[in-house]
């Protein structure tokens, strides 16, 4: 048995993948708080991960009904780019920054500047910093807390801690150090030089992790942990990684050619390569993969967050929410929403707050709400698309993850407002499973069974091909019109073409 463990946004995801049967045996979920305020901060306290682990943990293994000592690795995957500081004696300092901290705005705009700008950020780093990297956050912290700034001793990010947890190891791996912005893409290092921009005494460079490499252990569970969870002491913890990356593994997207969207707290696409990404648009984030390639990446902030808002506003459940929004037409009577409630790093938008145009006496109604939030977020990654197809992507097969993706909605918006058809995979938590797949590769690997990940991919992941969702031509043409109105609005607002 091998657990995957996916540490989101708004929950911790566990499922258990019973290797010789080929299925999971178990699911577990517990959510998390988030600390948000007015001016984009948004914080989580790293024990709340370890605490929801614990308990969808426990929640997967009493429905996998399953002796605990036959799990044999853990691969954890976790939300991207949130820094985690940990003093000398390995104590959490202050709560992490997350991706999403829009707080940090000035420090990224201000580190742009000190590394020329986003050709000297492409030549150092082989991407463009953006707003939610980890790196404005350790400059926020430098100027804001310099009493915290000065007790570092360890930067995580939020995978790397739950593996610190439970292995007692300080390690990182390619995929989720790619998105620190303190990371050369190419070479597969860290960059000192560009920590040397924050602090030119040398200090942050002495504070990194050793790096892993994919398939590699970070080590195994420390004796305390094994005790607590029912395990034996010799389960491997993988080197896991960032939640995109691991959510490619999880919907088989380690080759060429396939498209994965992820509708969660953020929106994502990105699509596998085997090469270094060369001349892409600086809104694409050439990461690493966690299968030893690259994975460029568009990311939006505001997704099911935006709609929770909207929801919650209108006191609906999910099941009411998507009957409302079933209820109003394509293009929302008219209604356009520009939903950045938190600023948005695709487009590049960091302060930007949210817009509701179009409104009138006739249209202005909370099924048209419902569904504008869905078209706007929808039609920012939309905008990413059109990147990644510019890139030459093929994108006319759509593999959807996340949690918006089990709305049968969203399913089809997806297909119309992409012209693509979109397959779900037969099992849903895809990050939470790409952890599980690598912790397999790790240990069967260790056991002399030598074992592609592509092998074991082609085992595990499967899609629901009764479930595939095709693009109808007249709702594509009618969403074509709501989008050009949205793409007019963005010109109009913020002058993005
Ligand atoms: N049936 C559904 N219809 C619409 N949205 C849904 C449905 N189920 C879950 N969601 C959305 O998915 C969100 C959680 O997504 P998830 O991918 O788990 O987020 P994260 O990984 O960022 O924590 C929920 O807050 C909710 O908005
Ligand atoms: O910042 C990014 C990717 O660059 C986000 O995708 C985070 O990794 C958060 O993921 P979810 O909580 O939405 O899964």
């Known amino acids: 048995m091998y657990l995957g463990v996916d540490c989101g946004t708004q929950g911790t995801k566990v499922v258990i993948l019973d290797q010789e049967q080929g299925r999971l045996r178990g699911e577990g979920y517990a959510p998390h708080e988030l600390i948000s305020a007015a001016n984009g901060r948004r914080e989580q306290e790293p024990c709340w991960w370890i605490d929801a682990f614990r308990r969808a943990y426990h929640l997967a293994l009493e429905q996998a009904s399953i002796d605990s000592r036959t799990i044999r690795a853990i691969g954890v995957s976790g939300q991207q780019h949130g820094l985690v500081m940990l003093d000398a004696r390995g104590e959490v300092i202050r709560p992490a920054k997350l991706w999403c901290d829009t707080e940090t705005a000035p420090q990224n705009a201000e580190l742009l500047q000190r590394l020329g700008g986003e050709a000297g950020s492409m030549a150092q780093l082989g991407l463009v910093l953006a707003t939610g990297y980890t790196l404005s956050k350790l400059l926020w912290l430098k100027e804001h807390e310099p009493d915290n700034f000065g007790r570092i001793a360890h930067i995580l990010l939020p995978h790397d801690y739950l593996n610190y947890w439970l292995s007692g190891e300080i390690a990182a791996e390619y995929g989720d150090a790619s998105g620190t912005g303190y990371f ?20 942050l460079e002495r504070v990194l992790p050793p790096l892993l490499e994919a398939q590699q252990a970070v080590g195994r569970v420390r004796a305390e942990v094994a005790r607590e969870l029912g395990l034996n002491d010799d389960v491997l913890v993988s080197s896991g990684g960032g939640d995109n990356m691991m959510g490619a593994i999880g919907t ?44 460029p990446l568009i990311c939006t902030m505001n997704l099911t967050g935006a709609a929770n808002a909207v929801r919650e506003m209108f006191g609906l459940n999910l099941a009411q929410f998507n009957a409302e929004a079933v209820s109003a037409p394509i293009g929302a009577g008219g209604i356009t929403m520009l939903p950045f409630l938190n600023g948005e790093r695709v487009p590049v938008l960091p302060d930007a707050t949210g817009s509701l145009l179009g409104l009138n006496m006739q249209n202005l109604s909370a099924a048209n709400l419902c569904r504008a939030v869905l078209e706007g977020t929808t039609f920012g990654l939309r905008y990413g698309l059109d990147l990644l197809r510019d890139a030459g992507i093929d994108s006319r097969e759509i593999r959807l993850i996340g949690g918006g993706s089990k709305s049968t909605l969203w399913r089809q918006l997806v297909a119309d407002v992409m012209n693509a058809r979109v397959v779900c995979p037969q099992i849903g938590e895809a990050a939470a499973l790409g952890g599980a797949i690598q912790a397999a590769w790790c240990d069967l690997n260790r056991m002399g069974q030598s074992t592609s990940l592509e092998s074991l991919c082609d085992r595990f992941v499967a899609f629901d091909d009764a479930g595939a969702v095709e693009p109808v031509a007249r709702d594509v043409e009618a969403y074509e019109a709501a989008y050009k109105n949205y793409r007019q609005h963005l010109q109009a607002m913020y002058q993005l073409s």
């Open 184 to 203: 050369d893409i190419r070479s597969r290092r860290w960059a000192p030089q560009v920590l040397g921009l924050v602090d030119p005494s040398g200090r």
């Open 252 to 295: 088989g997207n380690i080759r060429d050619g396939v498209v994965t969207l992820s509708l969660g707290t953020s929106g994502t696409l990105y699509a596998c390569s085997d090469r270094v990404p060369q001349q892409l648009h600086p809104q694409l984030a050439s990461f690493c993969s966690s299968s030893n390639g690259w994975l």
